[in-house]
Structures are given as C-alpha cells and as structure tokens.
C-alpha cells in the first residue's frame, strides 16, 4: 500500500478471466497456489504486484 500500512487476514474472492496470467510463485499443499496480479494497465511491466492465492475451481457455465 502506498501509505506504508500492510493489511492482514484480509478475506476476499473474485472471479478472474480465464486469460489472466497468473504465475504459479509457491504450489501449497490443497491444491492452490500463491500468485502476483498486477493492473491491466502494468501487465507488460507486472509492476507493483500483489501477491494472492488462487484457487480454482469450474464455474456452473464451464463445467457443463
């Protein structure tokens, strides 16, 4: 953050598009993996990343 602060045992889901790149940094033991996402506007740079686990799973409109 840009104020200096780190935040913790911050909860959120959101749904990605499928074409968003997202490299596997540490593979955990369920299955998930820690990434980085950057803005659309720094993807060629992946500046300023945030690190986030991601977990996925097939939403009800591909798993038919």
Not at 1 to 19: A, E, P, Y
Not at 25 to 54: F, M, T
């Amino acid at each position: 953050m840009s104020d200096g602060r780190v935040l913790r045992q911050l909860n959120l889901l959101w749904r990605v598009k499928s074409d968003a790149v997202l490299p596997v940094r540490a593979q955990l033991g369920d299955g998930s993996y820690l990434s980085e996402i950057v803005a659309a506007r720094a993807k060629n740079r992946r500046a300023d990343p945030i690190r986030v686990r991601v977990i996925e799973y097939p939403s009800a409109a591909t798993a038919a």
